[in-house]
């Protein structure tokens, strides 16, 4: 005789599942961190390049419709070398912080994973 079994009177454990799809998560968030970052830090000079063109032209369209007001004061200079570099390093610390979040998630789920 063969012995039929329902499907509903069995219970599954979902906590193998949702653990593996916490980690998979994670993994997959850390890669899309890294490799953000690498491409930050790859293409540094065009990325500075164009926040100070953007920079420039957002300027001067908050100049044309705002005038000389107090809401239209610059963080830093656009344009200038100087606005460039200050560019640059800020560009530079995003790609490092991307980079350094992205191997703690890979880290991490790695770990739990094998751990």
Same mark, same amino acid.
């Given at each position: 005789?063969?012995?039929?079994?329902?499907?509903?009177?069995?219970?599954?454990?979902?906590?193998?599942?949702?653990?593996?799809?916490?980690?998979?998560? /994670?993994? #997959?968030? !850390?890669? #899309?961190? #890294?490799?953000? @970052?690498?491409?930050?830090?790859? /293409?540094?000079?065009?990325?500075?390049?164009? =926040?100070?063109?953007?920079?420039?032209?957002?300027? =001067?369209?908050?100049?044309?419709?705002? @005038?000389?007001?107090?809401?239209?004061?610059?963080?830093?200079?656009? @344009?200038?070398?100087? @606005?460039?570099?200050?560019?640059?390093?800020?560009?530079?610390?995003?790609?490092?912080?991307?980079?350094?979040? !992205?191997?703690?998630?890979?880290?991490?789920?790695?770990?739990?994973?094998?751990?």
């Amino acid at each position: 005789m063969a012995t039929v079994v329902s499907l509903k009177s069995q219970t599954l454990d979902r906590r193998v599942c949702e653990r593996m799809s916490e980690l998979l998560t /994670n993994f #997959l968030l !850390g890669t #899309l961190f #890294l490799t953000a @970052g690498a491409l930050i830090l790859q /293409n540094l000079d065009a990325l500075a390049r164009f =926040d100070q063109h953007s920079g420039s032209r957002l300027s =001067d369209w908050f100049k044309k419709k705002l @005038g000389n007001s107090g809401l239209n004061r610059e963080l830093w200079s656009v @344009g200038t070398p100087s @606005g460039f570099r200050s560019s640059k390093v800020g560009l530079r610390v995003a790609g490092v912080i991307y980079l350094l979040f !992205g191997a703690v998630l890979v880290c991490l789920s790695l770990r739990s994973h094998f751990h």
